[in-house]
């Protein structure tokens, strides 16, 4: 059910989207790279309007978000698509999609659906939802008006009006930060590391914030980029949460997943800016430790949660936990 879609200016007989930094320009009956926004009868249509891929009540810490809610239930629901080209995709099946694949699901269907479910929080997730601005905006506008809470997990690569807009119908975001090389962010990737960088901040104005690096052997795995990478969050706040996902072979990358010892390496190098560093996509224990007393906040085991804390602090030394707990 395609729909007009915002930020789109006309360029002569063509259309220009600004939505994200690839800025397509598009004649009559074409679609950018996306995959989802197209050029017709002179205007921009949301071609996937509303065409859910993927449905399924997730646990909150598998965004990953393990300092927003941690325990409880996030209907998570995922559309075709993506902005990007990354050569690892984990989720090319979806991304690569067509726009009509799917289901249509109405923004209210989908909030009856979290409800039923005994959710508290819708996220949009699975390949790359921002490209489906229109419907992310009429469902975390109805979400809100109920008492569920949104959050986005996103590549982030999106222009700053749309990116503010959306980001203040959130409540929580996890972000990649796929690389500290611009010129890997624009060849490889497809994307855009300023524009990238500009949303984290302009997240953090607006919602609780974590971060993904997906450590690619041979790509991004080098101590010195994580630890520029680290070094950066941390001139945020040394209290944003950062996930370090280990990289399986998928999509046109067959070279071997990443290493225990390299994850292990890594994350003692961004623990040294970072107070919460955790290590995803090996099945290794992370649980929150206070950053003073070491004391364990927040036990997790495959995706089970036990909190230790009093009143959102420390139980020990009573630092204030850094997060969205209810
Ligand atoms: S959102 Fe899609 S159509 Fe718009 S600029 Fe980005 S890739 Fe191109």
């Not at 629901?77 to 289901?103: E, M, T, W, Y």
């Not at 524009?195 to 690096?213: D, P, Q, R, S």
């Amino acid at each position: 059910m395609p729909q007009t879609a915002k930020w789109w200016i006309n360029k002569g007989d063509k259309i220009e989207c600004l939505l994200c930094p690839r800025l397509c320009v598009l004649s009559l009956g074409e679609t950018g790279f996306c995959g989802i926004r197209k050029h017709e009868s002179g205007e921009l249509s949301a071609s996937g309007y509303g065409m859910v891929t993927a449905e399924s009540p997730d646990p909150i810490e598998k965004k990953p978000l393990y300092h927003f809610y941690p325990g409880a239930i996030a209907w998570s629901v995922g559309f075709a698509g993506c902005n990007l080209h990354c050569p690892f995709c984990q989720n090319h099946n979806i991304a690569r999609a067509k726009p009509d694949s799917g289901r249509f699901t109405s923004p209210s269907k989908v909030i009856d659906d979290a409800i039923s479910s005994g959710a508290e929080i819708i996220a949009y997730t699975y390949s790359e939802p921002t490209i489906h601005f229109e419907y992310l905006m009429d469902c975390a506008y109805r979400a809100s008006s109920v008492g569920l809470k949104n959050v986005l997990v996103t590549n982030g690569n999106l222009n700053s009006k749309p990116g503010l807009e959306l980001l203040s119908k959130m409540d929580g975001v996890n972000i990649d930060l796929k690389s500290w090389d611009s010129d890997y962010y624009k060849k490889t990737l497809g994307g855009n590391l300023k524009a990238v960088k500009h949303f984290i901040e302009t997240a953090l104005e607006h919602c609780w914030v974590e971060i993904t690096t997906l450590v690619v052997p041979g790509d991004n795995d080098g101590e010195d980029e994580i630890e520029s990478i680290s070094e950066w969050i941390a001139s945020l706040s040394n209290d944003i949460p950062f996930h370090l996902s280990a990289y399986h072979p998928a999509y046109k990358y067959s070279r071997p997943a990443t290493s225990t010892n390299k994850m292990k390496q890594v994350y003692d190098v961004a623990s040294k800016k970072l107070h919460f560093v955790y290590i995803g996509n090996l099945g290794i224990a992370n649980n929150t430790h206070c950053p003073d007393c070491k004391r364990t906040l927040i036990s997790r085991s495959a995706y089970s949660v036990q909190m230790a804390m009093r009143d959102k602090n420390c139980p020990r030394c009573g630092l204030k936990v850094p997060g969205v707990f209810k």
